[in-house]
């Protein structure tokens, strides 16, 4: 079994940080790429960061220099360290797991069930 849960979210200010987690239980050998998606109301599942088993990291444009991905030395807490927070970061940020780095959420089978990040003005 794979389990991954989100925690850490909550509402704040424009211009403010936050950080949330991902504990990471199960089976997880066969991950190589680990990443935060958010889904913000009638929108698609974007991309914001990922991380591979070797420490490698990848942003979204519109996140590059607020946002930071890291991962712990055994792997069982995946963190979101967001920073400069704007209005339009207001989604649901969701985890996931994968078997190779993909800007798409179809390509991640493990999931977390989100948690909420508003960013108000």
């Known amino acids: 079994q794979v389990h991954l849960v989100e925690s850490g979210g909550g509402s704040v200010q424009a211009g403010g940080s936050l950080r949330v987690s991902c504990a990471v239980s199960?089976?997880?050998?066969?991950?190589?790429?680990m990443g935060w998606f958010r889904q913000a109301p009638g929108k698609e599942r974007e991309g914001v960061a990922s991380i591979d088993s070797f420490g490698r990291t990848n942003y979204a444009q519109s996140v590059k220099g607020r946002f930071t991905i890291s991962q712990d030395n055994a792997g069982n807490t995946l963190y979101l360290q967001m920073s400069s927070l704007k209005p339009e970061d207001t989604a649901v940020y969701y985890c996931a797991a994968g078997p190779e780095f993909s800007w798409r959420a179809e390509s991640y089978p493990y999931w977390g069930q989100g948690t909420q990040v508003t960013v108000s003005s």
């Open positions: 199960g089976h997880t050998y066969s991950f190589y790429c």
